[in-house]
């Protein structure tokens, strides 16, 4: 096998990385490959596959949504899978509307412009932006900008606007110092926010591609007290972190908190089909109302509200509704597990939060380029499991159908991998 002559691959270094797998067909939590292999899918496809690959509710939903409409420009018309999903979302997430786009970095763009223009359209100059050190919020030049700078962004740093930063305070099991590190923090946001500031932006909960590291939910309460206090728009970006990955439906609802503006994408649509949402407040759209052409929100997809992706979305919902459980238990599944894997000397710094379970390997240098992550990606892939390891930060987040055989072969496989690796 060798490289296809076509096509570019995402995050991918060709010199150094080996082929990619061909994968034949997809069902629950497994890939089967070409070559009849098959893998337990243990990190949902990048995080996207939320009841498990080919679900059936889902794709007859699809199925039955492309016989009716399948894609209308949303500018001028609307449709019922496009309201019914709205209306469903802000009665969860107690935002009242919702403004579509394509992908996780989009939404967090729609919502970085939303803020920004809105105090514009009030005539009022809050200048500042604040995050999070560590934040991911996507790839896009806005999305970018907010996230910590990184070798993802290095080569575009000169084109990124300034963001304030905060420490965040991430802790795991057996953490003493959490709280020095908090009150540290909030210090800092006390000061960042003395600047007129025009929104806060976060991942509630989890920061997803910096590592799954994992603040306390009474901490973010303190943020929105100081954010509030302050006067500025409070963003979530919701696009791991949503639809029950937390332990709760949004990580902001476990956190007690109440975002003005919310991103979402990924489990969105049950992992079957792209599409980014941004939940707004009613006080923020009502900012955009006026005779002024130039009080407009200018901004536009070509698949905005897509009628196959709202299908999926809404068939996705009925799926969360129907077995709440599914979610809010599954933490209580990983802690026995990741018991027995604390056992071994490399794991340090365990986490979990409701689908999401991390470590962190003592093995050298920390960070995205530390190489035993790819090589414990192989020893697992030889096991029948796919993992995606952050450098040395190995987690798990699988497809809520995944069984319990299939989760113990999952650590199983990892448990064996340190092993082999690391003695």
């Known amino acids: ?9 995402p995050t991918t270094q060709v010199a150094t990385s080996p082929i990619p797998l061909q994968v034949a067909r997809a069902r629950g939590c497994l890939l089967e490959l070409q070559d009849g292999r098959e893998l337990i899918d243990a990190i949902s496809s990048w995080w996207v596959t939320l009841h498990g690959h080919a679900e059936p509710g889902i794709a007859a939903a699809i199925a039955r949504q492309a016989q009716e409409l399948e894609q209308v420009i949303f500018a001028n018309f609307s449709h019922a899978p496009a309201e019914q999903l709205a209306t469903r979302l802000a009665a969860l997430t107690g935002l009242e509307r919702l403004f579509f786009s394509d992908n996780g970095s989009t939404a967090v763009e729609v919502a970085l412009k939303i ?22 919020h996507g790839d896009t030049f806005g999305a970018m900008a907010l996230g910590d700078r990184s070798i993802f962004s290095a080569p575009y740093d000169d084109l990124l606007f300034d963001v304030a930063r905060i420490s965040w305070p991430h802790s795991h099991w057996g953490d003493q110092s959490v709280e020095v590190r908090e009150a540290q923090a909030l ?7 003395a600047v007129p500031t025009a929104a806060v932006i976060l ?3 989890i920061q997803g591609a910096s590592g799954m590291l994992m603040v306390r939910p009474s901490f973010l309460r303190a943020v929105q007290e100081r954010v509030q206090a302050g006067g500025a728009l409070l963003i979530a970006d919701e696009v791991m972190t949503g639809f029950g990955r937390t332990g709760s439906l949004f990580a902001s609802q476990r956190s007690a908190l109440q975002p003005d503006l919310m991103a979402l994408s990924k489990g969105l649509t049950g992992g079957f089909l792209p599409m980014g949402a941004t939940m ?20 536009g997809h070509s698949f905005t509200a897509n009628p196959l992706g709202c299908a999926a979305a809404l068939a996705s919902l009925d799926l969360l509704q129907q077995n709440p459980e599914r979610y809010q238990q599954f933490e209580s599944r990983h802690t026995p ?22 470590f962190e390997l003592d093995a050298g240098s920390t960070g995205y380029l530390n190489p035993i992550g790819k090589q414990l990606q192989q020893h697992c892939i030889q096991q029948g499991v796919y993992i995606r390891p952050l450098g040395n930060v190995v987690y798990l987040l699988p497809p809520l159908c995944i069984s319990d055989g299939q989760l113990q072969q999952s650590y199983s496989a990892i448990a064996s991998g340190i092993q082999a690796l690391t003695d």
């Open 1 to 9: 096998m060798s490289w296809h002559p076509h096509l570019w691959h």
């Open 203 to 205: 991942e509630p909960l």
């Open 337 to 358: 597990l990741l018991e027995e894997l604390a056992e071994l000397n490399a794991v340090k710094r365990i986490r979990c939060r409701g689908t999401v379970a991390a």
């Open 280 to 299: 707004a407040s009613e006080r923020l759209y009502q900012g955009f109302i006026s005779q002024e052409p130039q009080q407009t929100f200018f901004h």
């Open 187 to 193: 210090l800092q946001l006390e000061q960042a926010l």
């Open 115 to 136: 803020a920004w223009q809105w105090w514009r359209n009030q005539g009022i100059e809050r200048n500042r932006l604040i995050a999070f050190e560590g934040a991911y």
